[in-house]
């Protein structure tokens, strides 16, 4: 699997695939349970990931193929979008 580390690991459903974080990406391991011996691939990044920091350790989840994730990622609260309130808009309508 790795050998320069990484956290979070979770299987594919299937167990033929797993998934763990390393640094700001989610990489992704071939491996082959079903023999006498463990074999994994060579690891593969998937995609960059800016997650959420703290202590929870499941920060994302696997949809059971393999295929799809859901990343609970921090908001970005640097510059908030203005609200604007319309109000007595439909005095304003054309008849």
Do not use: C
């Not at 050998?3 to 033929?16: N, V, Y």
């Not at 691939?41 to 499941?58: D, H, I, N, S």
């Not at 799809?68 to 970005?76: E, K, T």
Request: aromatic share 8%; no cysteine; hydrophobic share 35%.
């Amino acid at each position: 699997m790795s050998t320069t580390g990484g956290s979070e690991p979770s299987w594919r459903a299937d167990g033929k695939e797993i998934f763990y974080v390393l640094g700001e990406k989610l990489m992704a391991v071939d491996v082959k349970t079903d023999g006498q011996v463990f074999e994994s691939g060579v690891p593969k990044p998937l995609f960059e990931v800016r997650l959420q920091t703290g202590t929870r350790r499941t920060r994302y989840q696997v949809a059971a193929n393999g295929q799809r994730f859901l990343v609970n990622v921090p908001l970005d609260t640097s510059s908030p979008s203005p609200i604007t309130v319309v109000l007595n808009w439909a005095s304003g309508m054309g008849r």
